[in-house]
């Protein structure tokens, strides 16, 4: 599922803290911590704040599906997940790096709590319908920030991202087929 919503972005490959909003000082510096690099406009910083909440939120449900999913297709799509995103990320990291943000990316919370007693096909059903969600969101924040980013670096990157989240949409909508689960 690439994208959660509101905000959190940054190292996607650390993306392993849950918590409902961003450290006191990220929210200080408008989003992230700010540090000696040229700044980000507030577009492009809006973007890696939702991008890196997005993948770690995938991160995160993916993680959990490896335990309480029972279907080895769903399985093996959360695993494509955890690998894909994990890369994602880290390419992020560089840019984010360069821009002195350091703070690193957190799981949308209320996302990941949803599904966290769920087991089986009712896990399945919900983390298929998550996907859907979040990678439907991805392709749009990814496209629109390859269309009319600020940042060339981060343009790039994000156009080059989109292609890669754009195909996990369309395995989830093939994989939310396969399980009767709507889309």
């Known amino acids: ?14 993306a392993q803290g849950v918590h409902d909003a961003p450290p006191a000082s990220a929210v200080e510096h408008g989003g992230m911590a ?4 040229k700044a980000l ?3 492009d910083q809006q973007f890696m ?10 991160i995160a449900l993916s993680t959990l599906a490896l335990s309480r999913s ?27 790096k360069r821009h002195d943000i ?12 949803s599904l966290q007693n769920l087991q ?9 319908e998550k996907a859907l969600e979040g990678h439907r969101k991805a392709v749009e924040l990814f496209r629109n920030e390859s269309e009319s980013g600020s940042d060339a670096l981060l343009k790039s990157a994000a156009a080059r991202a989109l292609p890669i989240i754009t195909h996990h949409y ?12 709507a889309s």
């Open 1 to 14: 599922m690439a994208i959660a919503s509101s905000a959190g972005f940054l190292p996607l490959a650390h």
């Open 34 to 37: 700010a540090g000696a690099g």
């Open 41 to 43: 406009s507030p577009a």
């Open 49 to 58: 704040d939702k991008a890196g909440q997005a993948g770690a939120t995938e």
């Open 70 to 96: 029972s279907d080895a297709q769903v399985k093996r799509f959360a695993q494509q997940m955890i690998s894909d995103h994990t890369r994602l990320a880290r390419n992020l990291d560089v840019i984010a």
């Open 102 to 113: 350091t703070e690193p990316a957190t799981a949308d919370a209320s996302i990941v709590g």
């Open 120 to 128: 089986g096909s009712e896990f399945d059903k919900a983390y298929i």
């Open 170 to 181: 369309t395995m989830a909508q093939q994989l939310a087929k396969a399980k009767a689960v």
